[in-house]
């Protein structure tokens, strides 16, 4: 299966750099579950033994943005939290994806209400909805898929490095004076 | 070299941490306590509880619990809906058991409509609530021991919540979101087959649910963590509007299914487990107790469950089969009328509590006799069972605040509206 | 129950003009609102009515009446087994309450959420703001006269 059968026969196989970092990258995609309401307990149950999100190289579920690269945003999002989400995707380190679980994240769904905001692409770029309120766990693992591909798809230069800033720089006077 | 007193090096701490363009002054920042803000996205606050901690070290001082983070106005959108309409909103109420929320709602617009469901409609509401209470512990269970750092009840609690899903999803023809009352009764019925296979699922759960107490009540990490942790005492708990298993793990013998029995609660035999310490570890007895209640009544259900209909016979009010709205003119008349208009209950106010697997779960309904409600309150348990954290969580360490969230078992979905 | 209240209360409170409802098997109080205190403090410790858990506190908007407001009360007594319905009239102008805080604690954030969503102020409440909504919002939503949809702007969006 896989790379083992490639390697049988000789020893060695040749890719590019651009297909070599493409596969790495899809196939362990770390999601950062931000789980907000009924949407969330779905996403648990994708990880149950049942579904299984193991299989998809994502059962890595990280509460902490720096160690993502993956948010599932899964559960209606109000006017207070669109905040808190966005800070949260802004500590997430590039690339990132954004999968937009649940009709309630995708356009506001049921929820035609002064508090919820219709549609989470209004703040956030998005990658993938996923339809269903909320969608099965095969489903979330379907839009897993998708981002896979997407991510499959992606060479490395589309990921240049973010212009260099140091610690020093950004905090400047905050750092300790030695005297 | 010159000896530094703390005089000496705690203001230039302080100068570097606030730096020059912030106008707040701290006499000694470094003695002093510490704020600090757990969530709204924290993996132990189920959800989008978000908790204002005061700390002297690793001790709470205070608390303050900041909710609406999911405050989706649910009220507000009541009174622009239809009753039947505002049946799949309940789903996501208290979303770990949809079902049980679906029959408060029914049974709360039957009692304003003046009218009942079929006794095997009511039957099977209760046999539906039940499997939702189970639903809802297993996942309590799980997250509680989880928060604790035993991860493996967790996955096993889920292993048996998916073969209740399996149910909803052969009953209702969703597996979560189950939306399976009507107005009058419930969506369709369920056949013999699925009844021996409940039966079958209680047979082995019995035996699994036992595995999993092993796991937990000889650990003496999880019994360490949780025992004298967050206790309050009777008074208090009902002061504070504690309801569900929480008050029943501080001494108070209530539940509203023996204290006003709605269904056919009264002719079911089951127990209440009480326990007396208060702490989390009682309230995770009384899940766990209560999971074998639910597994006795939901046996007795089917062994008791009469024939007829599930679904009352009054046009008026209750919604006709889909069958006869394709074939009958008068059939079409109503649908049209109920799907368009709403079923106009009399003008009056009402108030109908259950008990949902958090606690007590109340609709209050005002009706001007239209389609629509003219105000709907929904009295969740988690709102009050939250208000209770800065009670219990004072003076604990902050490793046990998770421990007590999780105890208490909040939805943040019912606690926001 | 019905009785020993309707006694029990009448002989309490001799100036307040209480008027008992029976609806759906539920009994409904109502009398004006500058007793509430009283009348709640007396119903929870009198012996033979205990009234010590407080289910619920919120108000409806009637739109066109005149007084304008009714706060609602749910309080049972576990001893009895039985649930009571409290009802004072709100006017807009004033649009005041004294809390019941003191006497069930569990009324503090159902007030407070009272609070939020409709305006009535409730006096001596130890901690009065708002429980969902953030703090710079301007409206109070359950209001008949704001929109189902929310007026634009009123609670920003971050940037894109």
């Keep these: 299966m896989g790379l083992e059968s490639k390697l049988i026969n000789d020893g060695f196989f040749t890719t590019t750099v651009d297909a070599m970092a493409a596969w790495a990258r899809e196939s362990s995609v770390w999601p950062m579950p931000m789980g907000i309401s009924c949407c969330a307990i779905e996403m648990m149950a994708s990880g149950d033994p049942k579904y299984d999100i193991s299989r998809f190289g994502s059962e890595v579920m990280r509460f902490t943005p720096r160690q993502c690269d993956l948010m599932i945003v899964a559960g209606t999002v109000t006017y207070k939290m669109a905040h808190v989400v966005k800070k949260i995707f802004d500590q997430m380190p590039e690339p990132k994806w954004v999968i937009a679980m649940g009709a309630c994240t995708s356009t506001g769904g049921m929820y035609r209400s002064y508090n919820v905001v219709q549609g989470i692409d209004q703040f956030l770029p998005v990658d993938i909805y996923a339809a269903g309120c909320p969608p099965r766990p095969e489903n979330l693992l379907n839009a897993l898929m998708q981002i896979q591909d997407k991510i499959g798809k992606t060479r490395v230069k589309d990921f240049p490095d973010p212009p260099h800033t140091s610690i020093d720089e950004k905090q400047g006077e905050l750092s300790l004076s030695k005297n | ?417 | ?160």
Excluded at chain 2, 236 to 260: C, H, K, Q, W, Y
């Design chain 2, 1 to 417: 070299m010159q000896k530094l007193t703390k005089d000496d090096v705690h203001p230039k701490i302080v100068q570097a941490l606030l730096g020059t363009n912030v106008h707040i002054t701290i006499d000694d920042a470094l003695e002093n306590e510490m704020i600090l803000n757990m969530g709204p996205q924290h993996p132990a606050t189920h959800g989008v509880l978000r908790l204002l901690l005061r700390l002297d070290g690793e001790t709470v001082i205070a608390c303050v619990p900041e909710l609406g983070y999911l405050h989706r106005g649910y009220e507000k959108m009541a009174e622009n809906m239809s009753y039947l309409e505002f049946i799949p909103h309940t789903d996501r109420l208290d979303y770990i058991s949809p079902p049980a929320n679906n029959v408060a709602y029914a049974l709360a617009v039957e009692k304003l409509a003046g009218i009942t469901a079929p006794p095997r409609a009511q039957y099977i509401r209760m046999l539906l609530a039940e499997l939702a209470r189970m639903c809802s512990h297993l996942v309590a269970i799980g997250a509680l021991a989880m928060d604790v750092g035993a991860l493996t009840v967790f996955l096993w609690g889920l292993r048996e919540r998916e073969k209740i899903l399996d149910f909803f999803d052969v009953i209702c023809g969703a597996r979560f979101t189950t939306s399976y009352t009507r107005i009058g009764g419930v969506a369709s019925d369920v056949t013999s087959d699925t009844m021996k296979n409940i039966i079958s699922f209680i047979d082995q759960f019995e035996e699994k649910f036992d595995e999993m107490e092993r796991l937990l009540n000889g650990n003496r990490i999880f019994i360490e963590r949780l025992e004298g942790v967050g206790v309050i005492n009777k008074e208090d708990a009902i002061d504070l509007g504690f309801t569900g298993p929480n008050i029943r793990a501080s001494g108070v013998e209530f539940d509203l299914r023996r204290a006003t029995p709605y269904l056919f609660y009264n002719e079911m035999d089951f127990n209440i487990p009480v326990y007396t310490e208060g702490d989390c570890l009682a309230r995770y007895f009384v899940r766990a107790d209560e999971l074998r209640e639910s597994a006795k009544i939901v046996r007795q259900v089917i062994d008791k469950i009469p024939n007829g209909e599930v679904m009352l016979n009054s046009p008026k009010k209750v919604l006709p089969r889909k069958t006869e709205i394709y074939t009958k003119m008068e059939e079409l008349i109503h649908d049209f009328m109920i799907v368009n208009f709403g079923i106009n209950p009399p003008v009056g106010e009402v108030y109908h509590a259950v008990e949902n697997p958090k606690g007590v779960l109340g609709f209050y309904i005002v009706s001007k006799g239209e389609g629509h409600p003219w105000k709907m309150k929904i009295r969740s348990p988690s709102f009050a069972n939250i208000q209770a954290i800065p009670h219990l969580v004072k003076g604990q360490m902050i490793s046990d605040v998770v421990a007590i969230v999780g105890s208490i078992d909040p939805i943040m979905g019912e606690a926001d509206k």
């Design chain 3, 1 to 160: 129950m019905k009785e020993l209240l309707k006694d029990k209360l009448t002989g309490q409170f001799t100036t307040v003009q209480f008027e008992f409802i029976e609806q759906f098997d539920e009994l409904t109080l109502k009398f004006d609102k500058s007793a509430i205190v009283n009348v709640c403090a007396f119903l929870k410790d009198e012996d033979g009515l205990k009234f010590n858990f407080c289910e619920d506190v919120t108000a409806i908007d009637w739109a066109t009446r005149k007084n304008r407001f009714t706060v609602v009360y749910h309080i049972f007594s576990m001893e009895n087994k039985f649930r009571l319905c409290l009802k004072v009239d709100v006017d807009e102008s004033e649009c005041s309450v004294e809390s019941v805080s003191s006497i069930w604690k569990a009324a503090n954030w159902a007030e407070r959420e009272a609070y939020d969503m409709y305006g009535i102020i409730f006096l001596n409440h130890p901690d009065l703001r708002r429980m969902y909504m953030p703090e710079e919002f301007e409206y109070h939503p359950l209001r008949k006269e704001y929109p189902l949809m929310g007026i634009p702007g009123a609670i920003p969006l971050p940037k894109k």
